[in-house]
């Protein structure tokens, strides 16, 4: 994990404004609930870390490496995860309303309850994606078709 302190991580995360923590490492940080609205995380590592429940409306998160990562119920609307490695992470419940995954790795993923509505899916592989009642509807999906 990163080598910040708990005192520090909470330092930043209640810090005013949309945050700038892009390629930091916060893999297997606890950050349930944290409020990360138009944060900057562009390539972070946040492997294995807890996000449940956390906000993460409209993030930038390209790139960012999300393995493992307990995402359960979190709110990913309108974030941008452009190539970000979101393999075997959990998004049970989560809301990806609008959000960009262009070529991002679900590999092992879970998205089951999903809110995935008018998410774009381009050039994603779904194979092996738990998508049990998930909620595609306008989804762009991977060739390049809108989801009825």
């Known amino acids: 994990m990163t080598d910040l302190s708990r005192f520090q991580i909470y ?3 209640n810090r005013p404004g949309p ?3 892009a390629k930091i490492d916060l893999s297997g940080a606890v950050l349930s609930r944290a409020q ?23 993030a930038k998160l390209r790139g960012a490496r999300l393995h493992r990562t307990n995402l359960i119920g979190a709110n ?8 970000a490695d979101l393999s075997d992470a959990d998004l ?18 879970k998205l089951i309850e999903t809110n995935l509505r008018g998410a774009n ?28």
């Open 11 to 13: 330092d930043l995360l």
């Open 92 to 109: 049970t419940q989560a809301d990806l309303s609008g959000a960009i995954l262009r070529a991002v790795n679900l590999r092992g993923a």
């Open 19 to 21: 945050l700038w923590l």
């Open 76 to 83: 990913l609307s309108w974030a941008d995860l452009s190539w």
């Open 121 to 148: 899916l381009t050039e994603v592989s779904l194979e092996g994606v738990n998508l049990h009642d998930a909620n595609l509807s306008g989804a762009i999906m991977p060739d390049g078709t809108r989801h009825e």
């Open 36 to 58: 990360l609205v138009a944060a900057d995380l562009i390539g972070a590592n946040l492997n294995e870390a807890d996000l449940r429940g956390a906000n993460l409306n409209g």
